[in-house]
């Protein structure tokens, strides 16, 4: 199997669930055995600085992420550490940790097919959760607490502020992520995930059908497997 392009902050101590419910977008207190759930991690401001796949460790907690995030993400934690009882520690990823039985290749294009968004570090500190459709893929709780971004979060959630979505497109050729999404001459959003001419897209909404194109590249909207109604509903 090809390398995995991410890796594993290992997070233990007496005050690693405290820690993470502070943090992270999910609540992990009823994560138990060999269950794995999605989270993110993000700013002050909202904007998600890292999607985290979580699962127990013993003790504690593994978050895998991208290997070129995992540096920064570290650092980042330990500023917000302060007086808990807390340690972490930086390996590499194992396939097991993602559930990975396929070459990695395929996994990706899988996810991104499966409208699973992966932010790297071009798009990190971009895009809010809702933008991301995290609230539709269980990787956001509205009622555990504080966290945080949380106040950010949950205002857009409740107000039903989310005009973007990330939505999958099929594109007439390659594009590349962080390209420019064009409605004719006027931008209206970018790509964060592509994957040959397969893409996901952070777009408004109403502008799906729109005859979009990226570097003068046409689009065509493409299903998810999961439904936005919810979304649409809200706004």
Request: glycine share 8%; aromatic share 6%; hydrophobic share 45%.
């Amino acid at each position: 199997m090809a390398q995995i392009p991410y890796a594993t902050i290992a997070v233990s101590g007496t005050d690693a669930l405290s820690f993470l419910q502070g943090q992270l977008t999910a609540d992990l207190s009823g994560l138990e055995g060999d269950k794995r759930l999605r989270a993110a991690w993000c700013n002050p401001k909202g904007r998600v600085i890292c999607i985290l796949t979580v699962a127990v460790a013993g003790d504690g907690y593994t978050l895998t992420l991208p290997a070129e995030l995992a540096d920064a993400v570290l650092q980042r934690l330990t500023l917000f550490r302060f007086r808990a009882k807390v340690e972490f520690e930086l390996r590499p990823a194992t396939a097991d940790e993602l559930a990975i039985t396929v070459p990695v290749a395929d996994w990706l294009s899988d996810r991104l097919r499966a409208g699973i968004v992966e932010i790297w570090s071009g798009q990190s500190e971009q895009f809010t959760p809702h933008m991301l459709n995290l609230d539709l893929l269980g990787a956001i709780s509205f009622d555990k607490g504080c966290y945080t971004g949380q106040e950010v979060v949950a205002r857009t959630h409740y107000r039903g502020a989310t005009k973007r979505r990330t939505l999958r497109f099929e594109a007439g050729g390659p594009v590349q992520p962080g390209a420019k999404v064009y409605a004719g001459d006027r931008p209206v959003g970018e790509v964060v995930n592509a994957i040959g001419t397969d893409l996901l897209a952070v777009v408004p909404i109403d502008k799906a059908d729109a005859g979009l194109t990226v570097n003068g590249v046409s689009l065509r909207n493409a299903p998810l497997p999961y439904s936005l109604e919810r979304s649409a509903e809200r706004d």
